[in-house]
């Protein structure tokens, strides 16, 4: 559809877990103590979090006082807010499918 010379895209908003990608419902109350209903996983953790962003002070948008050492393990962070997401695939699938993609690229072996 295009509107006033752009041309937008209806995309589905959702929660996924950072660890494997599954879906998660977006009325989901995350506390520190929430898990993925597929990996048991911690949910409120950095990486799950809009306020995230490498290289950042902190690693955080938001002015923490003290920085969040293990980032993918729940913690106290009064600022957590659930990130929303359009991407379906994990993590790890992404690495998978980088990779794959180099060895399109340059091939299996070495010259």
Avoid: W
């Avoid at 506390?31 to 990486?47: A, E, M, P, Q």
Wanted: contains cysteine; charged residues 30%.
């Amino acid at each position: 559809m295009h509107v006033g010379g752009f041309c937008v895209y209806y995309c589905h908003i959702m929660r996924v877990c950072y660890f494997c990608g599954t879906k998660l419902d977006e009325k989901l109350e995350v506390y520190r103590s929430s898990t993925c209903v597929h990996c048991k996983k911690d949910l409120k953790i950095c990486y799950n979090c809009r306020f995230h962003s490498l290289g950042a002070h902190m690693d955080c948008l938001e002015s923490i006082a003290e920085p969040v050492r293990d980032k993918d393990r729940s913690n106290f962070c009064d600022y957590f807010r659930f990130k929303d997401s359009t991407v379906k695939s994990s993590s790890r699938d992404q690495g998978k499918r980088a990779k794959e993609d180099f060895q399109k690229l340059f091939g299996n072996g070495l010259l």
